[in-house]
């Protein structure tokens, strides 16, 4: 994705990596025939020949005239998953947030759409065997919903989360717990979109006419588009997450909002577009 600019706010997708998955792995019921239809539109971006999902995890930094949102800090390095491939990354990301100009020390605001895994990461590095905040001098702005829900999980991988990536930030004194509707800054405010967690929120950006929405993970791939009842393995509320989903497709159709996909692949942003019944999209080449 190219740097968009939004009025006076702009946006830079910074890579962690690119995964490549069946659709199984994320959508247990949808299988690879079930993706044929919109090959079309899918390869060579967003799934490959195969018709494997090419899901993306990266940050958004978000530049407004005052300050610096970094939303999303996806795995992380150093850390022990239950998903063989994120456990003990050495990902070049710190250097891609330089590339993309970000000195860590000078980001303002970190915020979390949601505290799966994938989101939280690089809230913190591990320092002397510690882990301490990446952003040293931002203020991590956690949705208090999501905070009360997954601070005392006892779901394993869940729990090692909180413990290297959540607590620690606690710990150092840097977060902030908002509510709904928060606005980080004029033109940037929370979207609230539960589902796929309790607490998961949309971040929304305006300025001078133009608009934009960072999904979060109340959709992770642009085949959902056409087939918003495609629920994840990781949602919380199955009929919930489809409700905010079609909601969300709805009210951004034909909009002119350009839609930032948390885990869409380059070209990652993208129109939504009504297509006769139904819903499609619409992007320009990376
Ligand atoms: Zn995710």
Redesign the pocket.
Known sequence: MHPVTLGRITVHRVEELIWTISPRFLFPQVTYADFEPYRDWLVPHFSTPDLKMRLSIHSFVVRTPRCTIVVDTCIGNDRQRDIPQWTNMRTAYLANLAAAGVDPARVDYVFCTHM?V??VGWNTRLENGRWVPTFPNATYLFHRKEWEFWRHTEEDNQAQVVRDSLQPIFDAGRVTLVDDAYVLDEGVWLEPTPGHTPGHCSVHLSSQGAEAVITG?LIHHPAQVAQPQWVSRACWDRELSIATRLAFLHRYADSGTLILG??FAPPTAVYLVRQGEGLGIRYDMP
Do not use: A, L, N, S
Request: aromatic share 0%; no cysteine.
């Open positions: 799966h994938d989101h993970d948390t885990h």
